[in-house]
C-alpha cells in the first residue's frame, strides 16, 4: 500500500506563513507530477497546485504569487510554502501523486485565523 506523509499544518495568523510537505515511496515521486489540493467545510476539493516531475509549476489563480510548490528529489519530498496567508486559505490541504490510480496523503489543517 502505498503510503504519503504529510506535515507542517496549524494555526496561523492572516499574513503569516507556513510550509507543508509531502514525502513519497521514491517509487511513486520519481514518476508522477506531484499536486496539493485543499477542501474547505462545505465547498468541493480543488487544486491549489502542480510541480511535474521535470520541475514545471503551476497554480491556482486564488494562491498564484503567494504560494510556491517545490519538489526535493533527494528526500522525495514535495513541499507547498504558503505567504501571505488569508482567512479563505483555511482548508484541509492534501497532497497528491498519480491520476489514475491516484495517491493521496491523510490531509492537514490549515486554520488561517486571528
Known amino acids: 500500500q502505498v503510503r504519503l506523509v504529510e506535515s507542517g499544518g496549524g494555526l496561523v495568523q492572516p499574513g503569516g506563513s507556513l510550509t507543508l510537505s509531502c514525502a513519497a515511496p521514491g517509487s511513486i515521486f520519481r514518476i508522477y507530477a506531484g499536486s496539493w489540493y485543499r477542501q474547505a467545510p462545505g465547498k468541493q476539493r480543488e487544486l491549489v497546485a502542480v510541480?511535474?516531475?521535470?520541475?514545471?509549476?503551476t497554480y491556482a489563480d486564488s494562491v498564484k504569487g503567494r504560494f510556491t510548490i517545490s519538489r526535493d528529489n533527494a528526500k522525495n519530498t514535495v513541499y507547498l510554502q504558503m505567504n501571505s496567508l488569508k482567512p479563505e486559505d483555511t482548508a484541509v490541504y492534501y497532497c497528491?501523486?498519480?491520476?489514475?490510480?491516484?495517491?493521496w496523503g491523510q490531509g492537514t489543517q490549515v486554520t488561517v485565523s486571528s
Open positions: 510541480a511535474t516531475s521535470s520541475g514545471s509549476a
Open positions: 497528491k501523486f498519480g491520476g489514475t490510480p491516484a495517491y
